[in-house]
């Protein structure tokens, strides 16, 4: 990999910083990604890569092109900067919730799917693993506390309940977010899953009883999760509302309703009622990030840049030292060969062994300067 193509790298983004939940997702009902973007993309430039990176808090597409695909609304980053905008996200200083660890297995997902797909190649994976990188040692200098959509979901029940161990969590979804819930419900008497998929709800549930203390049941229908839930949360890929102010018009006691779903998967007017506490995905959003660790992760994720940009620049002249040794080579081998009665094997000997040290101490002094004494 080499320096073109992060300077090919591309970023258009829609995400949480600037836009609110309702912006975000008009632009999912309007924007088919599969129909639309990517494959008049790949019919435009079938040799690039692009990535799909579809989260509640963000829509974005990662790729490379001479140009921008130009979505209306996006944010468009290019370059270096698009890389160091992947290793934010990857950090969780770019994230809803600051150091949210869940972003680094959604992004993970979204390059080996494009990869499966072959929307993306080697280039892209060798890209990602670089952020990766980066990202685990920003954490890690930092210290960034760890937290995700689970902490949310906790932090809420226990400020509104106090004391969960007779409680009930009902959770309708098995994806990402939902598993990550499915994390925090050893503090509940009991989980109920409700997926439209009833044979998947079913084998979540024979997992998860390997793992959790607590009582797990299926729900046949949203309903009647929610019925009897005291916490109920809704982080599912469908397009509508799952619960409805029907489903709670004769609700008698409190309900604490969280939906991390883009688009919502939680009707907003059930909270007209009395008993129903409810909170959408950007509720989750941490508005107050420490100053300090803001300005450092930037100071280091800079500091890691230009370790990357040396690191290239030394494979791209180790590149240049490795045709340019051959080049040697074949010249003393010609004049040798022209002015000796050597063997050409004496000749092939003494020719490898003057090109290595003619290029040593320039290609010493390279590495010197790309990665200094250590």
Known sequence: MNQIFIEKLKVETYNFFSH??????????????????IPEFLKRNPKENIVPLITCGRI????????????????????????????????????????ETHIVNQVKSAFFDAKKHGWCGNGMLWLISEALRISKIIRSEINIEE????SFVLDKARE????????????????????????IANSFKKLIIYSHSKEKAKERIDRLKNFLSCDIDFASSVKEGVDIADVAVFATRHPGFLLKKEHVLNRQKKLLVIDFSVPRNVDPEISNFGEILLFNVDSARQLYVEPEKLDLAEK?????????KKKL???????????????????????LKKYTNLSDDEIEKISSSLSKKLLSRFFEDKKLKAFGDG
Request: some cysteine; hydrophobic content about 45%.
């Open 147 to 150: 937290k995700n959509f689970s």
């Open 160 to 183: 509104i309940f106090g004391d969960l161990e007779d409680k009930i969590l009902f959770v309708a979804g098995t994806g990402a977010v939902a598993h990550d819930v499915f994390k």
């Open 20 to 37: 609110g939940l309702k912006e975000r997702e008009n632009v999912l009902c309007g924007v088919d990604i599969y129909r639309d973007v």
């Open 313 to 335: 620049a030394f494979h791209e002249d180790k590149k240049e030292l490795v045709q340019l040794k051959l080049d040697f080579e074949y010249i003393i081998f010609e004049h």
């Open 60 to 99: 974005e597409f990662i790729y490379t092109s001479d140009s921008f695909l130009n979505l209306d609304g996006f944010e468009k980053i290019v370059g270096w900067d698009a890389l160091r905008h992947i290793i934010s996200v990857l950090s969780g200083v770019k994230t809803l919730i600051f150091g």
């Open 300 to 308: 280091l994720i800079e500091r890691e840049i230009v370790k990357l």
